[in-house]
């Protein structure tokens, strides 16, 4: 099993969700820019809605993990999810 570690599925579910939320801000407020989101995070409410979603994909990646028994990977998966759902909760009660 080349492709059965916790840390490929860890990767995984951190990085892609974060590639799409940078897709998504660029797309969405581009007019705004990145520099004045990072300095004025407040102003922006909508960043842990759209965190949120971004996680999404990872369903994606956990049954596509689990149909190919890469149990290992389906672990790391899940943690990377679960950090993303305790960020997201961070975001929420903070912003």
Excluded: E, W
């Excluded at 590639?19 to 820019?33: E, M, N, P, T, Y």
């Excluded at 996680?55 to 993303?84: A, H």
């Amino acid at each position: 099993m080349k492709y059965n570690s916790i840390k490929l599925g860890f990767t995984c579910a951190t990085v892609i969700p974060v590639i799409i939320f940078v897709v998504f801000f660029l797309i969405k407020f581009h007019d705004l820019g990145y520099a004045y989101v990072l300095k004025n995070p407040l102003h922006v409410k909508v960043a842990p809605r759209m965190f949120s979603l971004c996680v999404y994909p990872n369903l994606l990646i956990f049954y596509i993990f689990l149909q190919k028994n890469r149990m290992l990977s389906v672990r790391g998966v899940l943690i990377g999810t679960i950090l993303m759902a305790l960020i997201v909760l961070l975001l929420y009660l903070f912003l």
